[in-house]
């Protein structure tokens, strides 16, 4: 039997929604572990992204860690993909796009109604957040696009096994949608 | 009868009438956005890109003549349609998850219409404002596309003239009527034809959000071409 497919997943400026729409393939996860094993994840908690066939990226770029996580994705996977909306406009966290990020950090840490301790989270632990939301393809060059938010477990299931079948993927009609 | 011809399709047209008319009223699709067959057409989103013996045209401002053969469905004209398209969710701020007319909204659907993934441009993300101020409707310039249906419904049907624009290229935007400029001090009242127009989510009525539940909302199962001719096509009572 020839060698098993890697897939990596990661979810940037996320909210794990795509995943869950992932894990939501139900009883197809077993067919798709037939043919595939899942890399660095947080289905698998491996750290680092190995060479890999499929990238399935999550979220937009919000801060200096996105940037380094989505390079090593790039880098590694044979065809890096967007998955829904954040991955591919910025979605709900590119709201903060119009505003200026001081004027955001205040509102929510400093003037926001019920904020105790004011003070804007500073701990050098944490990643720089950027001035925007990125589209993840602003900063690497991305091979397919999978709207949605999130995109549906059958949307996830009709790409994926698409690709896996080496066809190009093609969405029909109902499995396109925005939100 | 006079006809033309759209994709090699012979179509009967009545003088005075634009290619649109005449396509709509033969139950043809011709994309379009600014264009609402109630109100006077503008010609301004150039989604209804036609070539009309070689030469591209809006149909919905070009008059319908004998000898004209009209191309509409071509892989050329959706693709240039498409890119439209996506200049106009660029050019705005358009986060449809967190929109009310998701679901119901004719940009969105003409995305889906042309198989749109991705914006491909690279987002603008400008700051536009947002008023609030009216009871009854809020007015969210981030997903105007400065169609100026409001801007005709509401000189030509409401007779108040509340909108216009204002500015030119890049920075166009929707503005009001008031003393003020905002909508409050404007004559705007919930009922006006210029607040049920908008095709998109920049008009709102206020109190009654994500009422249809997803699944059942406008485009979700249908092409914005088969609502288009229910609503607007020969077979359609207007
Ligand atoms: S107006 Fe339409 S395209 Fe824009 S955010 Fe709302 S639903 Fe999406
Ligand atoms: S508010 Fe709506 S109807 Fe008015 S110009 Fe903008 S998109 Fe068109």
Redesign the interface.
Known sequence: MSEKLRIATTSLAGCFGCHMSLLDIDERLLELVEVAEFDRSPLTDIKHCGPCDIGLIEGGVCNAENVHVLREFRQNCKTLVAMGACAINGGIPALRNSIDLRECLTEAYIDGIGVQNPQIPNDPELPLLLDKVHPIQEVVSVDYFLPGCPPSADTIWKFLTDLIAGREPSLPPELVHYD | MKTITIDGRSIPFEEGQTIMDAALAADVYIPHLCHNPEFTPHGSCKLCNVKVNGRTCSACTMLAAEGQDVINNSKELNDARRAITQML?VEG???????EK??NCQL?AL???F?M???HF??F????EVDASHPDVLLDR?RCILCELCVRASRDVDHKNVFDIAGRGINAHLIVNSATGKLADSVLEVDDKAVEVCPVGAILVKHHGYEVP?GQRLYD?H?IAEISLMTEGGGSDE
């Open positions: 969710f701020n358009h986060i449809c998850p967190g929109c998701s679901g969105q995305g889906y219409h198989n993934l991705d914006a690279p987002y993300y400008p700051r536009r981030d997803i199962h092409d």
